[in-house]
């Protein structure tokens, strides 16, 4: 790909994908729904979903079991219940789900400035990498790393840090983008800035309180040398 110098301080964008770039609750609700009714079991509702999605999917179906099934819940039922899941979801990427509005515009503004990009996501690297390709989404990243890439998931700074190695960029150059507590805080301990936005999947949580760099209604909001004036004036410069 070629691209200019950066302009400014900027070097690269680390962007979350569910709840940031594509609202997947859809795709959530079907692959589950499908997972539970095989195995017999009564489902859940989509505000359980938005507030339990983002931290991988064993957390996602190791949470829904709890919540159907209680203490019923043994690893022989883990194991066809994870089985179960993935068939579903491989079947439903993507056909649930939608792009947010300026998404793809913001990082195309991103890109036309010439910072390197990657995708970040808790999801397995697999369904990440066919959803962005079936929302043309693809061509904007470098690289997609998902939650089965590296030893520790977001909100652990080491798939940031080691993000920001790959693509050669130093992390206080480089901002997080996401909709969670998990980007927040992966960000904030890689010395990356926050950038959030307010329409994701933040837990049930109010994303105001997370204390991030720059708060957004939508990606192609997202002003760089602004962000830029914030951040060295906080002094998280390296």
Known sequence: ??????PGRW?????????TLVDTLGD????????????GLPGVTREFIARTVGQGSEHLIRSTLAQVAGAAVDEDLHDRAWQA?????????GHHSSVYPGAAEGLQRLRARGLHMACLTNKPTAFAQALLQAKGLEVFFER?????TFERKKPDPLPVLRTCAE????????????????DARAARAAGCAVVLVDYGYN???PVESLGADALLPRLDHLDLDALAVRWRGARRTP
């Open 203 to 205: 837990h049930g949580l």
């Open 85 to 93: 899941y993935q068939r579903h979801y491989r079947r439903v990427n």
């Open 28 to 39: 959530f609700d079907a692959a589950l729904g499908a997972m539970l009714a095989e195995l």
């Open 167 to 182: 693509l050669a960029v130093e992390p206080g150059r480089t901002l997080v983008v996401g909709d969670s507590i998990n």
């Open 144 to 148: 997609v790393h998902g939650g089965d």
């Open 11 to 19: 070097q690269a964008a680390i962007i979350d994908l569910d709840g």
């Open 1 to 6: 790909m070629t691209r200019t110098a950066t």
